[in-house]
C-alpha cells in the first residue's frame, strides 16, 4: 500500500492537478467539474451497499467495513443526512448551483459502468482494491474540488473559503481530523481509505488475492484518471468556443 499504490495515486493526481489549473477555470468550466463529480456521488453509497453485498459471505470483516462506509456517505439516522444532500444543498446555497438530476457526460457514465461492475464481482480481491483505489483517491478529489468551487465561488461572487459556509463544513467534515465525525485522529476519508487498507495489507489474514486486488485497484484508478483526462478535454473545448 504504502510502497507500490500511495505513490501511484499521487503521481496520478499531481498531474490530473497540474493539467486542470483550478485557480484560471472560467465559471462554464467550473460548473462542469462539479456537475460531473456530484454524479458519482449520487451513486457512492448504493456502490457501498452493493459492494458489502457482494463480499459478505466470503469476508464478513471487509463487508462490514463496507457498510460503515456506506451508513456514512448514504446517511444514519440520529447523525448525519447523506453526504450527497449536503453537498447538493451546499452548492445551491453557496454558489447558486443546481445538480439534481444532472445527466452523466459520456465519461462519467464510462466510470459509473467500472463500478457498476466492480460491486457485482465475485471476486473479493478485486472488490477490495477497487474500493481502496476510491477511498484513497478521495482526500486529493475532495481537494481539488474545493478548489473548484472556490474558483466558482471567487469569480461568480467574489467569495471563498469560510465564506462558503455550508461547503466548508462540507469540506472539513471530510478532510478535518479534529472534526466531531473525525475517527481514532484520521478525518472521515482518511479512514475509510486506512479501513480498506488494512485488507491488502492483511491479505492473507482475510483470504484476499494480492494479484486480484492489485488488479482492482488499478481498474479503478485506470478508470478515474480517465475520467479526470476526458473531462478535462471537455473542459477546453468549452473554453475554445467561449472564445469564439
Not at 1 to 7: I, Y
Not at 20 to 44: H, M
Not at 84 to 93: E, M
Not at 114 to 119: E, G, K, M, P, T
Request: aromatic share 10%.
Amino acid at each position: 500500500v504504502e510502497q507500490h499504490l500511495n505513490p501511484l495515486i499521487d503521481a496520478v493526481f499531481n498531474s490530473i492537478r497540474a493539467a486542470l489549473r483550478p485557480t484560471e477555470l472560467s465559471l462554464a468550466q467550473a460548473e462542469l467539474y462539479i456537475t460531473q463529480l456530484s454524479v458519482f456521488a449520487r451513486y457512492n453509497s448504493q456502490f457501498l451497499f452493493r459492494a458489502a453485498q457482494s463480499t459478505e459471505s466470503s469476508c464478513f470483516e471487509l463487508a462490514h467495513e463496507l457498510r460503515r462506509n456506506h451508513l456514512e456517505e448514504g446517511g444514519e439516522r440520529g447523525r448525519l443526512p447523506a453526504h450527497y444532500v449536503l453537498y447538493t444543498s451546499a452548492l445551491l446555497n453557496d454558489l447558486g448551483i443546481f445538480v439534481n438530476g444532472a445527466i452523466p457526460v459520456e465519461e462519467t457514465q464510462t466510470l459509473l459502468l467500472l463500478h457498476d461492475l466492480l460491486v457485482e464481482s465475485h471476486s473479493l480481491g478485486r472488490i477490495c482494491g477497487g474500493y481502496y483505489a476510491t477511498e484513497a483517491v478521495a482526500i486529493a478529489e475532495t481537494l481539488l474540488l474545493q478548489d473548484i468551487t472556490n474558483r466558482y465561488g471567487d469569480v461568480a461572487y467574489g467569495r471563498s473559503g469560510k465564506s462558503l459556509s455550508e461547503l466548508a463544513y462540507y469540506y472539513d467534515l471530510h478532510l478535518d481530523e479534529n472534526h466531531v465525525y473525525a475517527t481514532g485522529g484520521m478525518s472521515v476519508e482518511a479512514s475509510h481509505a486506512e479501513g480498506i487498507g488494512r485488507f491488502i495489507r492483511q491479505c492473507s489474514t482475510f483470504g484476499i488475492d494480492l494479484a486480484d486486488a492489485t488488479d482492482g485497484f488499478l481498474q479503478i484508478l485506470e478508470g478515474m484518471s480517465h475520467w479526470w483526462s476526458s473531462l478535462i478535454v471537455r473542459a477546453a473545448q468549452i473554453d475554445s468556443v467561449e472564445a469564439n
